[in-house]
């Protein structure tokens, strides 16, 4: 792939994941704002395009064995993937970080009172992921993969009741995206999760998960908004066009 100012983000992380972390380090939004070309994104964030793009183009010059991997996937596969891999990760990690966020804001809280609208937004995020996700695996996930058996000369696709695969694709995007913009603010006002000199064990562990939980979730959403999902689309599209 020739990386110029005019790759999209999303693509240019599909093409190669290693280059998200440099999309990051430049407050580039990879997973929800992987529609921007490069041009578009350094405007926003006042990165400097040609030197971004330099630094892209040599990171992508080793190739990413998850990412090779992540391509070899069909469309059931990798969204089996995702759900063994990102679904499991957040259901793991919810009870963890929520006992541990109201046990900082117990002992903490009156030191730092960020820390109550950081339980409030993380409480406020958990809540939603998880019918989030159920959404995901009850009725999207289940007629992508319907259709890619169909496209493999399985049984005629059926119409779905919600129309077309773009309307819940819209709507997971859309969810994505509140996700996005609640983490944004939890890694501003906690200072991108930096420790106070009082911080105890049970404080890193807790900020550190959060990193974590914002890193998988980025992730989570760059392999669904950027690749399950336009393929899926497009799928479809190939599906009704053979059918009608
Ligand atoms: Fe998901
Ligand atoms: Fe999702």
């Known amino acids: ?8 983000v999303g693509d240019v992380v599909r093409f190669n994941f290693r ?15 992987g529609n921007k070309t490069i ?11 040609d030197r971004l793009i330099a630094e892209l183009r040599s990171t992508a010059e080793s190739t990413d064995p998850d990412t090779e991997y992540i391509n070899s996937l069909s469309l059931s596969e990798l969204s089996d993937y995702i759900i063994r891999r990102h679904h499991s990760f ?11 966020l109201d046990r900082i804001c117990e002992v903490h809280g009156n030191a730092h009172p960020e820390l109550f609208r950081i339980r409030e937004l993380f409480n406020e995020s958990s809540g939603d992921l998880t019918i989030h996700m159920q959404k995901e695996e009850i009725m999207l996930f289940p007629y992508i993969q319907q259709m890619e058996a169909s496209a493999r000369g ?3 696709l059926g119409k779905p009741h919600f129309g077309s695969v773009a309307n819940p694709v819209r709507m997971m995007i859309s969810e994505h995206e509140t996700e996005g913009r609640r983490f944004d603010t939890i890694a501003e006002i906690s200072g991108n999760y930096s420790l106070p000199g009082d911080a105890c064990n049970t404080y890193r562990a807790t900020l550190s998960g959060l990193k ?17 999902f336009p ?4 799928m479809e599209s190939g599906l009704i066009g ?3």
Not at 90 to 100: D, H, Q, T
Not at 231 to 234: L, Q, S, T
Request: proline letters at 3%; one cysteine or more.
């Open 1 to 8: 792939m020739d990386i110029t100012a005019k790759s999209n």
């Open 212 to 228: 974590d939980f914002e890193t998988d979730l980025h992730r989570h959403i760059h392999l669904e908004n950027n690749i399950l």
């Open 154 to 156: 399985g049984s005629p």
């Open 242 to 244: 053979k059918q009608s």
């Open 39 to 49: 041009d578009e994104a350094c405007k926003e964030s006042g990165a400097d395009s």
């Open 19 to 33: 280059t998200s972390s440099v999309f990051q380090a430049n407050n580039i939004d990879y997973c929800c704002g």
């Open 231 to 234: 393929k899926a689309v497009e």
């Open 90 to 100: 957040v259901r793991k990690n919810i009870p963890f970080l929520k006992e541990g």
